[in-house]
């Protein structure tokens, strides 16, 4: 039995009260809903290179010769730049079973993107940086699905990390217990619509770099560029037209089997689909139906239908 992701997140939205004002922001999703298929792992950067609750707030300071430093934001002089560089390197080991990752936006320890930036004079700068653990944790595991608290509000972004949290957690896991030239043929064969409703072009790419896999001598050579590619693939959330193009796919193995009048209604909940008017859980409820009823074995192996489990029920809120 495969065990639960395990996700890396800000103290702070697990729910601890470890914010500088002695706070939290606690992510609902997460803590009440995601947390029955993961195991969340909490780490506040801040509390760990020793600084105490309540705090002063800190701030990214860019210098002149356009270097980031981490300082209070009462006294830039005030700078914990290296204990927080050297925490975070530290910890990075810690991170080798995890699957992705949530960080808290705006932190300057924690945001991953549109952190403010402040000059050597403290005037407000552009929103423009990255908190430093999460600089390090995204240079370190490129591949990592991170993303903020704030983003994960958005059906579309929520189910994408969730998907990728996901496929993530099953490649490290086969390479942890079974990995094997038929192995990764046989994952890369379960993920092949899954990777087609997130990019035509990025699918077709596969194509001749898993039927060279027996070229490389070094499979986990291999590996770790398969797994790039996986993860990079799946990080652009799979549009409306490609998930159409999919499900069209899908409605061909039906064609011999059913009849005028449900041939008729699949095509209609699908185009209902492309154009927003239902969401992508009506056509492939439909289609997982015909499924049971007329079984297929390639199908039945396809990752797309079931890339996380059904009771988080986030396809209900992709339209």
């Given amino acids: 039995m495969i065990k639960k992701p395990v996700i890396g997140i800000s103290g702070c939205l697990a729910g601890s009260a470890v914010r500088f004002d002695g706070g939290h922001k606690r992510a609902d999703f997460l803590m009440d809903k995601l947390v029955e298929w993961v195991t969340f792992r909490p780490v506040c950067p801040e509390m760990a290179i020793g600084l105490p609750v309540p705090r002063p707030a800190l701030r990214l300071v860019r210098s002149t010769q356009g270097n980031i430093r981490m300082c209070f934001s009462h006294d830039q002089n005030e700078d914990v730049t290296e204990r927080m560089t050297e925490f975070s390197r530290s910890y990075m080991d810690k991170l080798k079973d995890v699957s992705g990752f949530v960080v808290c936006a705006k932190s300057p320890s924690c945001g991953m993107e549109r952190v403010r930036v402040y000059d050597e004079n403290g005037n407000r700068g552009r929103k423009d940086g990255v908190g430093l653990f999460t600089s390090t944790l995204m240079e370190k595991f490129s591949w990592l699905p991170v993303e903020e608290d704030g983003r994960l509000h958005d059906p579309v972004l929520r189910e994408n990390f969730v998907e990728r949290v996901f496929a993530l957690h099953e490649l490290n896991h086969l390479y942890k217990e079974k990995l094997s030239r038929r192995e990764l043929l046989a994952f890369h064969s379960r993920y092949k619509l899954q990777l087609l409703a997130h990019s035509q072009a990025g699918y077709k790419d596969m194509g001749p770099f898993v039927a060279a896999i027996r070229e490389w001598a070094d499979l986990e050579s291999y590996f770790e560029v398969y797994r ?74 396809q990752n797309y239908f079931d890339p996380y489990p059904d009771e988080l029920a986030l396809r209900l809120m992709v339209n």
Avoid: W
């Avoid at 499900?247 to 209604?265: D, P, V």
């Fill in 228 to 301: 790039d590619k996986l993860m990079a693939i799946l990080r652009k959330p799979a549009s409306r037209k490609n998930h159409t193009n999919v499900l069209m796919h899908i409605q061909g193995y039906f064609s011999n089997y059913l009849s005028t009048r449900q041939r008729k209604e699949l095509s209609e909940v699908i185009l209902n689909y492309r154009s927003g008017t239902l969401p992508l859980l009506a056509p492939l409820t439909l289609l997982k139906h015909y499924l049971g009823e007329y079984p297929n074995d390639y199908l039945l192996t």
